[in-house]
């Protein structure tokens, strides 16, 4: 089994819901989100999926999020759009792009991450 991995940022501001503390308060994240493609086939260029398709695919998705209110968007109202929500959303987004997409990770700061993968 191969696996690949991709990483983008994007900026983006959130709040969420029924929680009971700061991060109640609308705040903003430098989220770090990287994409994990994994498989068995390469291809006649012994490559399982080109880094300029898997970062071409992720900027697309991440556009969509990058310097919003995440609460907002369509996807989010009335959730909490929590790292969890954010990774399984880019998640399906790129699996839609890129089949292989095996999990998305999102990283609100240097020590802090929420993956999503199908189990």
């Known amino acids: 089994m191969f696996e690949l ?22 705040h903003g994240h430098n989220w770090l989100v990287e994409a994990f493609v994994s498989g068995t086939e390469l291809d ?31 996807e989010f109202k009335g959730i909490s759009p929590s790292s969890e929500v954010l990774a399984k959303f880019i998640y399906e987004k790129m699996k839609e792009r890129i089949p292989l997409t095996n999990k998305i990770s999102v990283w609100e700061t240097a020590t802090s991450c929420a993956s999503y993968f199908e189990g």
């Open 5 to 26: 991995k991709a990483q983008m940022y994007f900026s983006a501001a959130h709040h969420l819901l029924n929680y009971n503390g700061k991060c109640e308060n609308m």
């Open 44 to 74: 006649k260029s012994n490559i399982l999926v080109d880094y300029k398709v898997i970062k071409s695919n992720l900027k697309e998705v991440l556009d969509y999020l990058d310097h919003k209110d995440v609460n907002e968007l369509e």
